[in-house]
């Protein structure tokens, strides 16, 4: 079965920078692309934006450009979210996310958290 | 973008009701629209996919339905454990978008 685990929380000063794992698993992990999601305190779900799988191109949803940055290390079926110079603002529950078959599949989330 | 909204964005509701939530798409998005429950502090459940697919595991008291840009999520029986916050999502195509969410909480 699709699975999509997550690195854990993570709590960085203002300035770090931090990078989360996604770890696909019970698919052909080249063969369909991968999104992100983000989560903020109390907050709806914004679409950050996807990397295509196959040629390693990253789409970036307005508000999520210059920033961010998507990344995939396909010999582990692993796609990578990388925030440098992290802001407070930045604190949310990140997701990475798969449609398969028309199925809609959701990492555990990982929490970062943004504090002096 | 494509707009997704939910109506209403809360309701009370007691054990045993049926519960109707309501998603509206601003333009068509065929079937592509998945249902999910979030609980305070959890990541989301899918619960429904392709519009009316019930995913693997989920009660029947779950249903969905609805095509083009008019989709529903009922809950035959509302239990205690379904007392949580309900999205609406459309992946038609990039990109995704999210509805703003129905709370359902105990009358």
């Known amino acids: 079965q699709v699975q999509l685990v997550q690195s854990g929380s993570e709590l960085k000063k203002p300035g770090a920078s931090v990078k989360v794992s996604c770890k696909a698993s019970?698919?052909?992990?080249?063969?369909?692309?991968m999104n992100w999601v983000r989560q903020a305190p109390g907050q709806g779900f914004e679409w950050m934006g996807w990397?295509?799988?196959?040629?390693?191109?990253?789409t970036y949803a307005q508000g999520f450009t210059g920033r961010f940055v998507f990344s995939l290390d396909t010999s582990v079926s692993t796609a990578y979210l990388q925030i440098p110079s992290l802001k407070p603002e930045d604190t949310a529950v990140y997701y990475c996310?798969?449609?398969?078959?028309?199925?809609?599949?959701w990492g555990q989330g990982t929490l970062v958290t943004v504090s002096s | 973008d494509i707009q997704m909204t939910q109506s209403p964005s809360s309701l009370s509701a007691s054990v045993g009701d049926r519960v109707t939530i309501t998603c509206r798409a601003s333009?068509?998005?065929?079937?592509?629209l998945a249902w999910f429950q979030q609980k305070p502090g959890k990541a989301p459940k899918s619960l429904i996919y392709?519009?009316?697919s019930l995913q693997s595991g989920v009660p029947s008291k779950f249903s969905g339905s609805g095509s083009g840009t008019d989709f529903t999520l009922t809950i035959s029986s509302l239990q205690p454990e379904d007392f949580a916050t309900y999205y609406c999502?459309?992946?038609?195509?990039?990109?995704?978008?999210f509805g703003p969410g129905t709370k359902v909480d105990i009358k």
């Open positions: 392709a519009a009316s």
């Open positions: 996310a798969v449609v398969v078959a028309a199925t809609f599949y």
């Open positions: 019970g698919y052909t992990f080249t063969n369909y692309a």
């Open positions: 990397i295509n799988t196959n040629n390693k191109n990253p």
């Open positions: 999502q459309q992946y038609s195509g990039h990109p995704f978008t």
């Open positions: 333009q068509g998005i065929s079937n592509y």
